[in-house]
């Protein structure tokens, strides 16, 4: 018999849609809030300079020192259980706020260890990177998390079966659906994907760093919350899955995090949503056995395997 995300002796998945979600407890839709707690290493690694900018280092340092204990007081207060990707290096840096997360009752998942870019890195770097950023949550928190998101969100055609081999659960780095699903890891194993967009994230809304990230245009927080209110609406009546994706160097400022927590309310408020962290609505869409999806590498002529 197969063990929870495997299929034995099914074909090789083919691109199609993926099937719609039987929601718990009778609702039809799903929301979660996820925050990914990059700090300096979003910055460092492709500006490892950047490490001698005392001024970039205090805008990124602003996410652990200040704005995560406001949005964790806000969750709190509105008894909302979030996901928080991780990156090992930011547990070293800052364990106490890492511990912190776990102490409210949050979700830990992995995020890189120095937010890695994996684009043309080959099997072995990545499957390096992945054991160091595991090692790192579990020595400073005590976490073996079931869940991963990519840097930048850029995963790679070896992400899924890497993953699946360690004992993940889930992934949250890809934006072809607007429903979670069974995606092919290879070797008859697959894991559960829970899709995310640029559209809900507020990287492109709020962050600017001369010289490193950004054009300059900062929005204001009412303009981005618009947006992810009227996001969260249509994917209400779709009967979708809402993420939203959030650093708290850039949505713990007072204002934006204010008008943040307008939407948490309002998404809590609905009685059709079930509102829950990643690593719950993964553990749904396992169980309700969906047939594995894959999308296979474009073929080019001319191009490496």
């Keep these: 018999m197969a063990r929870p995300g495997e299929s034995a002796g099914r074909e090789a998945p083919l691109m199609r ?20 707690v990059d700090a300096e290493s979003a910055v460092l690694f492709g500006h490892p300079g950047a490490a001698s900018r005392l001024s970039v280092m205090s805008h990124q340092a602003y996410g652990p020192l200040t704005g995560l204990p406001r949005l964790l007081r806000i969750l709190a207060r509105k008894e909302v259980r979030a996901t928080f990707f991780v990156p090992g290096y930011t547990a070293h840096r800052h364990p106490d706020a890492v511990r912190a997360i776990v102490d409210g009752g949050h979700e830990i998942a992995h995020h890189g260890y120095l937010h890695e870019s994996l684009i043309d890195v080959d099997e072995a770097a990545e499957a390096e990177i992945l054991d160091r950023g595991l090692a790192a949550l579990d020595e400073v928190a005590g976490v073996r998390p079931v869940g991963y998101r990519a840097p930048m969100w850029e995963l790679t055609y070896n992400s899924p079966r890497l993953l699946a081999e360690r004992g993940f659960l889930y992934d949250s ?3 072809d659906a607007d429903v979670p699903y069974e ?12 899709p995310i967009h640029w559209g809900l994230d507020d990287w492109e809304q709020y962050c600017y760093l001369p010289d490193i990230a950004g054009a300059g245009l900062i929005e204001h927080p009412d303009k981005a919350v618009s947006m992810w209110r009227g996001e969260f609406e249509a994917l209400r009546g779709e009967g979708g899955c809402f993420v939203l994706t959030n650093h708290p160097f ?16 309002h998404v809590a408020g609905c009685a059709d949503v079930w509102l829950a962290p990643l690593g719950d ?7 309700l056995a969906l047939k594995p999806r894959a999308i296979p590498k474009p073929e080019l002529k001319g191009s490496p395997p």
């Design 250 to 265: 850039l949505s713990g400022r007072p204002a934006r995090a204010a008008a943040l927590e307008g939407l948490i309310e």
């Design 183 to 194: 995606l092919d890891a290879g070797h008859a194993t697959s894991i559960v994907e829970i």
């Design 281 to 287: 609505i993964a553990r749904h869409v396992r169980g």
């Design 17 to 36: 849609p993926a099937e719609p979600v039987a929601w718990p407890y009778g609702k039809s839709a799903a929301a979660s809030f996820t925050f990914d």
């Design 173 to 175: 780095s890809l934006m």
